[in-house]
């Protein structure tokens, strides 16, 4: 399976400003994901983020708040942008196993982020 | 209605004890089926994949697909304590990658 690393693993926030999380993965995959699991609630879908193409964002999600770059087929970015407290969250990265001819998704350690 | 429903717990057993933890789905769609271990401040880790409906064994642990019923199971056996952690369902549709989480039971396993 992938290794995923995420930076930073964990940071506290203030409201109005914004964070950019990075999600390196030791091989090259074609689909990454970003998801959100606020505290208390299960993993939702963000977007998924194919390099060279926009990210796909799910419903409930936009593309203002939530911007996303991938540069390349190793490395992606996830920005929250104008935070507010709602926005204390784990963001995890995940990406589909290259190894595998299933749809087997692996998760990284997750970014925890605090607004306050 | 959510799409994956899990009893959130807690369950706690003894240690030794057989774990069965459970959820149940509402989107025929799904064929795909996974078990994800998250402890406390830790990402979630890939336990169990199943395709369509069947078992799957793997150490300890079994997955159990019942398509019919719509029934999604993880059996630990000889659970430890080191089996103490939130049990994460999720359910995929075929040529989806996107994961339907369920809302995750926490496990405690007592010495």
């Known amino acids: 399976s992938a290794v995923i690393s995420q930076k930073p693993s964990r940071d506290i926030c203030q409201r109005g400003t914004s964070l950019t999380i990075q999600c390196q993965v030791d091989s090259q995959v074609t689909m990454m994901f970003w998801y959100r699991q606020q505290p208390g609630q299960s993993l939702t879908l963000i977007a998924t983020?194919?390099?060279?193409?926009?990210?796909?964002?799910e419903s409930g999600f936009v593309i203002d708040k939530f911007p996303i770059s991938r540069p390349n087929l190793t490395f992606s970015t996830l920005t929250v942008s104008n935070m507010s407290p709602e926005d204390s969250s784990i963001y995890l990265c995940?990406?589909?196993?290259?190894?595998?001819?299933?749809?087997?998704?692996?998760f990284g350690e997750g970014s925890w982020l605090t607004v306050v | 209605q959510k799409e994956v429903e899990q009893d959130p717990g807690p369950l706690s057993v003894p240690e030794g004890a057989i774990v069965s933890l459970n959820c149940t789905y509402s989107n025929s769609a799904f064929q795909y089926f996974m078990w994800y271990r998250q402890y406390s401040r830790k990402g979630p880790e890939l336990l169990m994949y199943t395709y369509s409906s069947g078992n799957k064994e793997d150490g300890r642990f079994t997955a159990q697909v019942d398509k019919s019923s719509k029934y999604i199971s993880l059996f630990i056996r000889d659970s430890q304590p080191s089996d103490s952690a939130t049990y994460l369902c999720a359910s995929q549709m075929d040529s989806s990658y996107k994961l339907i989480f369920g809302s995750g039971t926490r496990l405690l396993v007592r010495p």
């Open positions: 983020a194919n390099q060279g193409s926009e990210a796909t964002y």
């Open positions: 995940s990406v589909e196993d290259p190894d595998s001819s299933g749809n087997t998704i692996y």
